[in-house]
């Protein structure tokens, strides 16, 4: 069973959030994509709607999510299911906070201007 410690993830910066990738097709897996979102405290996400399916995992802290204009407050151990297509938004709470993410790969991000993300750890 092949396992993947937190020092061989590999590391990504964007929107002032960092993505610790574990699982993609660039790391041999066929059908999942996963990582683990850390999120400064007070750091104010960008709306995007997700190509694909997304489940993220609250690991500590609390992060507010508004999806589709519903703004919640998830804390640590709650689970954030995102359809795609959705627009959906992920700010950071009081402290930093952290969260798990798994998704299908080739997931793809639009943002409110129409930009279109590829982000390299859903790849």
Same mark, same amino acid.
């Given at each position: 069973?092949?396992?993947?410690?937190?020092?061989?993830?590999?590391?990504?910066?964007?929107?002032?959030?960092t993505?610790? %990738?574990?699982?993609? !097709?660039?790391?041999?897996?066929?059908? /999942?994509?996963a #990582?683990?979102?850390?999120v !400064?405290?007070?750091?104010?996400?960008?709306?995007?709607r997700? %190509?694909?399916?997304? +489940?993220?995992?609250?690991?500590?802290?609390?992060?507010?999510?508004? /999806?589709?204009?519903?703004?919640?407050?998830?804390?640590?151990g709650?689970?954030?299911? +995102?359809?795609?297509?959705?627009?959906?938004?992920?700010?950071?709470?009081?402290t930093?906070?952290?969260?798990?993410?798994?998704?299908? !790969?080739?997931?793809?991000?639009?943002t409110?201007?129409?930009?279109?993300?590829s !982000?390299? #750890?859903?790849?």
């Amino acid at each position: 069973m092949p396992i993947i410690r937190p020092h061989e993830a590999q590391q990504f910066a964007a929107h002032g959030s960092t993505f610790a %990738s574990y699982v993609s !097709p660039r790391r041999g897996a066929k059908e /999942l994509c996963a #990582w683990k979102l850390t999120v !400064p405290a007070g750091q104010m996400g960008i709306a995007h709607r997700p %190509s694909n399916e997304e +489940v993220l995992l609250v690991l500590d802290g609390s992060l507010s999510v508004s /999806l589709d204009g519903v703004v919640e407050e998830a804390r640590a151990g709650a689970v954030i299911v +995102v359809p795609a297509g959705s627009e959906v938004k992920v700010d950071g709470g009081a402290t930093d906070s952290s969260a798990w993410v798994t998704t299908t !790969p080739g997931l793809q991000a639009t943002t409110v201007d129409g930009a279109v993300l590829s !982000p390299p #750890w859903a790849q």
